[in-house]
C-alpha cells in the first residue's frame, strides 16, 4: 500500500475490536496489496523562479494553471530550496546537503570536471529499482565531464534537454565555460536526446521543446508502470526571451525586463497546464503526485522578483532561498490546504522513494519523509535546515554581483536563521509593476566578510530586524550548530577549467570529454 492509503488502513486496523473484524480486514488488505501500485510521479522544476513571480503570491503575474494546482492540493509557505541551480539540483537527486558532496561552492561551469560524485545514489536509480520508468526532460547542470555522469547514466530511461547550466532559448547554445576570459564567448550548441546531440532543434523555443516532449512520453506510457518524470525547464533563467504574444497581457509594466520575464512565466505556466491535461488525457492524473518546485530565487538583474523578502538569486536571504514550490495529487488525504510546516528541498528524497514503495535504509541521507506532512497535515519532521557552509574566499571575475561568492554560512533552527561571513545582497526590492519604495539594506553584506546575522525568522520572515546583540547566547548555540556540521563536511571541490572542454574542439557542442 502506498502514501494516504497505507496510513488510513492502518489507522482502521488499530479501531478493530473483533478477532473476526480483524481476519477480514486482513484479508482485505491483502488483496489490496496484490492489486495496488505506487503512484505515478511527475516532478516539475523551474530555474530562477521568484517568490514573488506566481500569481498567488502576486496577482498581477498570470499564472493561472499554478494558482489552481496550488490551490487545489497542498501549498508549501515554509519551503526552503538553494540560492543557486547546482546546488539545489545535487540536493533534489541525491538527498544529501552539498557539504556532504563536495558542492558546497558555486555552481558547476560547463568547463569544469566536476560533477555529483558518481556514489550518490539518485533518486531516478533508486525509482528504477521498484520498477518505474524514468524519464528526464530540461536542464541538467549537475556535471558532464565524463560519459558516466549524464543523466542516461545515472538512473534515467531517457533524456531530453541540455548539460549546463544555461543557455539561449533558441540557439541553444552555452557560450559561458567559466568566468574567466579564457572560457567566455565559446559558443557551445548544447541539446541531447539521450547521449546523442539533437541537430533539429535550433530555431525552436525550449519551454515549448520540453513541454512537447514531456506531453509525448505521458502519451506513450504503459499506465500499469509506474512513472517517473522529471521536467526541469529552462523557464525563466536568462536571457529574456519569450514569443511576443506572451508579454501583450503585461504591456502597461514599463520595465522591459520585467515585462519579458512576465511572459516567460506565463509561457511556462501554460505548459505545465498542458502536462497536467496530458496526465488527465491519458488516465493518469489520478493515479500521480505532481510536484513543483523553483530551483532558488529569482534574479533580479533578470527580470525575476522575491517581493517581499530579502535579497536574490546568489545569496543566503531568505529572497534567496525560500521557494515556490505545492504539491498536487488526488491521493492526497487532507487537500487544498497552505502548509507552514518546515520542508527542505532534501527531503523531496526520501519522500518520493517512499511513495514508491522503497527503502532509504543504508543511505546516509539529509533529507526527512515528509509525506504525512504533506498528506494529512502532520507536523514536519524536519526542525532545522543547514543552508549551507561555503568556506572559501574566492571573488569570482564575473559582471554580476550574485556570484561574488566568498566564505558564509547559514542555517535555521525552529524560528531562528543566523547567517555569517558575506551571505549576499541583502536589498529589498519591490516589483517594477509597484509603486513601493527600494529600502536599502541595513548593511552591504558583500563589503563586511565578517557579518553575524540572527533573525527570527517566524515572527520577522523579511529580516529586518537583527537581533544577534539582544540574544548572544542564541548566536553561541547556532555557530555550535555550525561547528557540528561543518565536523562532518567533505572537502569543497571547484576544480580549475580544463581546455579540454572546449566546445570548437567536440565539433562546436558541449560534451562529454573526459574518456
Known amino acids: 500500500m502506498y502514501g494516504s492509503d497505507r496510513v488510513k488502513n492502518e489507522k482502521v486496523c488499530e479501531r478493530m475490536d473483533s478477532l473476526a473484524e480483524l481476519r477480514v480486514f486482513v484479508f482485505i488488505c491483502f488483496v489490496h496489496v496484490v492489486i495496488s501500485k505506487p503512484p505515478h510521479i511527475v516532478f516539475i522544476l523551474a530555474d530562477d523562479y521568484g517568490f514573488n513571480d506566481v500569481g498567488y503570491h502576486n496577482p498581477r503575474i498570470k499564472t493561472p494553471n499554478l494558482d489552481k494546482l496550488a490551490a487545489s492540493g497542498v501549498r508549501l509557505e515554509n519551503y526552503y530550496v538553494q540560492p543557486i541551480c547546482t546546488p539545489t539540483r545535487s540536493q533534489l537527486f541525491s538527498g544529501r546537503y552539498q557539504i556532504h558532496t563536495g558542492l558546497q561552492h558555486g555552481i558547476i561551469w560547463p568547463s569544469q570536471p566536476n560533477a555529483l560524485p558518481k556514489n550518490e545514489t539518485t533518486i531516478a536509480s533508486k525509482l528504477k529499482e521498484n520498477g518505474y520508468r524514468t524519464h528526464m526532460v530540461g536542464k541538467w547542470h549537475i556535471g558532464f565531464y565524463k560519459d558516466e555522469f549524464i543523466p542516461t547514466q545515472r538512473g534515467f530511461d531517457s533524456f531530453f534537454g541540455y548539460l549546463t547550466g544555461g543557455e539561449d532559448y533558441y540557439t541553444h547554445k552555452n557560450g559561458l565555460g567559466y568566468p574567466s576570459r579564457e572560457f567566455r564567448g565559446l559558443n557551445g550548441y548544447d ?23 514531456a506531453v509525448e512520453i505521458i502519451s506513450s506510457h504503459e499506465p500499469d508502470r509506474p512513472l517517473f518524470l522529471f521536467v526541469a525547464y529552462q523557464a525563466v533563467h536568462d536571457p529574456l526571451e519569450v514569443p511576443k504574444h506572451y508579454t501583450e497581457q503585461y504591456k502597461d509594466i514599463k520595465n522591459s525586463a520585467r515585462r519579458t520575464y512576465a511572459g516567460m512565466v506565463s509561457c511556462m505556466d501554460e505548459g505545465v497546464g498542458n502536462i497536467t491535461k496530458a496526465l488527465q488525457q491519458h488516465d493518469l492524473l489520478k493515479d500521480t503526485v505532481l510536484i513543483f518546485s523553483t530551483d532558488n530565487g529569482g534574479q533580479i538583474h533578470a527580470g525575476g522578483n522575491n517581493w517581499p523578502l530579502r535579497g536574490w538569486k546568489g545569496s543566503l536571504w531568505e529572497g534567496g532561498m525560500r521557494g515556490v514550490g505545492f504539491v498536487y495529487s488526488e491521493l492526497l488525504e487532507k487537500p487544498r490546504q497552505i502548509s507552514s510546516e518546515l520542508i527542505h528541498v532534501t527531503d523531496w528524497f526520501p519522500t518520493i522513494v517512499h511513495l514508491a514503495g522503497g527503502s532509504v535504509t543504508g543511505l546516509p541521507l539529509d533529507g526527512y519523509n515528509i509525506w504525512d506532512t504533506l498528506d494529512s497535515g502532520k507536523p514536519s519532521p524536519r526542525k532545522e535546515i543547514l543552508h549551507n557552509i561555503d568556506p572559501i574566499d574566492s571573488y569570482w571575475d564575473f559582471p554580476s554581483d550574485d556570484y561574488h561568492h566568498c566564505r558564509q554560512a547559514a ?18 526590492i519591490p516589483p517594477a509593476e509597484s509603486y513601493f519604495p527600494t529600502k536599502p539594506a541595513v548593511v552591504n553584506a558583500l563589503d563586511n566578510i565578517n557579518s553575524t546575522f540572527l533573525f527570527n525568522i517566524r515572527e520577522d520572515p523579511e529580516e529586518r530586524n537583527e537581533l544577534s ?47
Do not use: Q
Request: proline share 9%.
Open 191 to 213: 541539446m541531447r536526446r539521450n547521449e546523442e546531440v539533437v541537430k533539429n532543434a535550433a530555431g525552436n523555443y525550449s519551454t515549448f521543446l520540453f513541454t512537447n516532449e
Open 469 to 515: 546583540s539582544v540574544f548572544p547566547e542564541m548566536v553561541s548555540f547556532l555557530m555550535k550548530k555550525l561547528a557540528e556540521y561543518n565536523a562532518t563536511a567533505v572537502p569543497v571541490r571547484y576544480p580549475n577549467p580544463d581546455p579540454a572542454s572546449k566546445p570548437k574542439l567536440h565539433g562546436n557542442v558541449w560534451s562529454p570529454w573526459v574518456h
Open 411 to 428: 542555517i535555521r533552527v525552529g524560528d531562528w536563521k543566523l547567517l555569517t561571513g558575506c551571505p549576499g545582497n541583502g536589498s529589498w
